[in-house]
Nanobody
Framework: QLVESGGGMVQPGGSLRLSCAASGFTFRRYDMSWVRQAPAKGPEWVSTVNTGGGSTYYADSVKGRFTISRDNAKNTLYLQMNSLKPEDTALYYC???????????WGQGTQVTVSS
């Protein structure tokens, strides 16, 4: 099970930190990703971190603004989002696996709204 938290409404240029609590599987054995979906759009891969946390990958749209990390001792995935833009508005999902895993492996999502 994956449970996201930390979403909310923020002004452009603001920051949010998303968290994802994992349970029911061996968290440290899986790459983990963040995927987002804006209204009326398909899923968009945001970022992936490898099992140990030492390798991270980002979509060009968020590179330099977002930071993915994980704490394997706490079975938790994070996404630090800085310099947020209105186009970052979406439902953000934590997902088990790389890139855009099958939907079965996603959490329920947390809403991020960037608006003035």
């Amino acid at each position: 099970q994956l449970v996201e938290s930390g979403g909310g409404m923020v002004q452009p240029g603001g920051s949010l930190r998303l968290s994802c609590a994992a349970s029911g599987f061996t968290f440290r054995r899986y790459d983990m990703s963040w995927v987002r979906q804006a209204p009326a759009k398909g899923p968009e891969w945001v970022s992936t971190v490898n099992t140990g946390g030492g390798s991270t990958y980002y979509a060009d749209s968020v590179k330099g603004r977002f930071t993915i990390s994980r704490d394997n001792a706490k079975n938790t995935l994070y996404l630090q989002m800085n310099s947020l833009k209105p186009e970052d508005t979406a439902l953000y999902y934590c997902a088990r696996g790389s890139r855009v895993p099958p939907r079965y492996y996603w959490g329920q999502g947390t809403q991020v709204t960037v608006s003035s």
